[in-house]
């Protein structure tokens, strides 16, 4: 049996205050319904729209080596839309960004068409710097487009995709070295064309036009810092899982206090 959480709290968690992500940490940090590590779904920050839906779920498992959950996308209708945004307290420049990556997954239930689409990474940019005016645009990472194409893309699979180099992306407004939408380039190119461009804020997309895309995402790295998307234990099954905090952090389930929680795996045991 299958489980999955939709991510309700994510959005509330974060209206007032950030979480600064600490870049070239190379660490990894696990993402769930009530530990979003900065994630959230905040209109502000996150276009969604109805018929898209964004859930921690193991259907689909993980990557080697994170876990057995991710975070599923799905768009049921081709005007819906799904984004998780993760706003940066301090935006980073983008010329110092040195690695991006993630692991998509999509599913054989899809019956969206071409069959060659997947989430996307969107990078919301100042081109220009904070020090002049205007200067906003979007830049788009789709695996479609990279080396091998359409014919790299498989389902029921996870692969892995590196964003960061001499990977291809498009610019949803005309920048210097990238004109809107119709021009594919690295983004080392637009690095080098926008020199005092910064970030505030990196975003899984996944587009309108899409109808019947089920696809999923995990192990996300943004300069270093690796969000690995996990389902949390409904509850726990040992007295050592209750310790060290583990009783108000690691479950579902919700409990009083650590005796709450010895209490319970005893109970269930008896």
């Known amino acids: 049996m299958h489980?999955?959480?939709k991510l309700v709290g994510l959005a509330s968690a974060l209206l007032a205050v950030f979480v600064p992500v600490t870049v070239f940490a190379a660490s990894t940090v696990t993402v769930n319904t009530t530990e979003s590590q900065g994630w959230t779904k905040d209109p502000l920050y996150a276009d969604n729209r109805p018929g898209g839906t964004l859930e921690i779920t193991d259907t689909y498992g993980a990557p080697e080596g994170f876990g057995t959950s991710s975070l599923e996308i799905g768009t049921l209708t081709g005007a819906a839309k799904?984004?998780?945004?993760?706003?940066?307290?301090?935006?980073?420049?983008?010329?110092?960004?040195?690695?991006?990556?993630?692991?998509?997954?999509?599913?054989?239930?899809?019956t969206s068409v071409p069959e060659s689409q997947l989430?996307?990474?969107?990078?919301?940019?100042?081109?220009?710097?904070?020090?002049?005016?205007?200067?906003?645009?979007?830049l788009v990472f789709e695996p479609v487009y990279q080396e091998g194409g359409a014919a790299a893309i498989n389902e029921d699979a996870w692969q892995s995709w590196?964003?960061?180099?001499?990977?291809?992306?498009?610019?949803?407004?005309?920048?210097?070295?990238?004109?809107?939408?119709?021009?594919?380039?690295?983004?080392?190119?637009?690095?080098?064309?926008?020199?005092?461009?910064?970030?505030?804020?990196?975003?899984?997309?996944?587009?309108?036009?899409?109808?019947?895309?089920?696809?999923a995402v995990d192990a996300f790295n943004f300069?270093?810092?690796?969000?690995?998307?996990?389902?949390?234990?409904?509850?726990?099954t040992s007295k050592e899982q209750c310790k060290n905090d583990g009783w108000r952090n690691d479950f579902v389930t919700v409990y009083k206090n650590q005796g709450d929680c010895v209490s319970s795996v005893a109970s269930n045991k008896n």
């Open 3 to 5: 489980r999955q959480y």
């Open 82 to 110: 799904s984004q998780l945004a993760h706003p940066l307290a301090t935006p980073v420049k983008l010329a110092d960004l040195n690695e991006l990556s993630y692991s998509t997954y999509r599913s054989s239930t899809s």
């Open 119 to 138: 989430p996307a990474i969107n990078l919301v940019i100042d081109y220009n710097g904070p020090d002049q005016a205007g200067g906003f645009s979007t």
């Open 162 to 215: 590196d964003a960061a180099g001499d990977a291809i992306w498009w610019s949803t407004r005309s920048i210097p070295g990238a004109a809107t939408q119709s021009t594919y380039v690295t983004l080392n190119a637009i690095k080098a064309a926008n020199p005092d461009a910064t970030i505030s804020s990196y975003i899984i997309n996944q587009g309108s036009g899409n109808a019947g895309l089920y696809a």
């Open 223 to 236: 300069n270093g810092t690796v969000y690995n998307f996990e389902l949390k234990p409904f509850k726990a």
